[in-house]
């Protein structure tokens, strides 16, 4: 059966993945080696799902099966944080039952500008 040439051809449904730059390849020689002296050093990643404040009374109420209702809704953003630093946003994705965050937002004013130069 021939295509209809009106209609948009698929050509692929994979994502598509943009090639990353080192961060090294638009810096001054110091400045990369500077880099390479931190590249392994261990950083703590939170995500945080949303919050609440609720008295000592309430908490020790709690048992198997309490609910603890958050302040943001199901579908919304979550805050990545880096070191208990903001610096990114974006959405809870499942990947081989495991959860992770698709980053859809750099936190403007955040630790990676410090990092990643400006065009």
Not at 3 to 22: C, D, F, G, L, W
Not at 43 to 68: A, M, N, P, Y
Not at 88 to 103: H, L
Request: net charge negative; proline share 5%; charged share 25%.
């Amino acid at each position: 059966m021939a295509q209809n040439p009106a209609e948009p051809k698929v050509i692929s449904t994979a994502p598509y993945r943009m090639q990353e730059m080192p961060a090294s390849a638009s810096l001054g020689k110091e400045q990369s080696e500077n880099l390479d002296l931190i590249m392994e050093v261990p950083l703590q990643v939170t995500v945080e799902i949303g919050r609440t404040r609720r008295k000592v009374q309430d908490i020790l109420e709690f048992s198997k099966g309490s609910l603890v209702v958050l302040d943001k809704l199901a579908g919304d953003q979550v805050d990545l944080f880096v070191n208990g630093k903001c610096i990114a946003r974006g959405d809870v994705v499942v990947v081989d039952d495991n959860f992770g965050v698709r980053i859809t937002e750099i936190v403007s004013g955040g630790a990676m500008d410090s990092v990643i130069p400006k065009k």
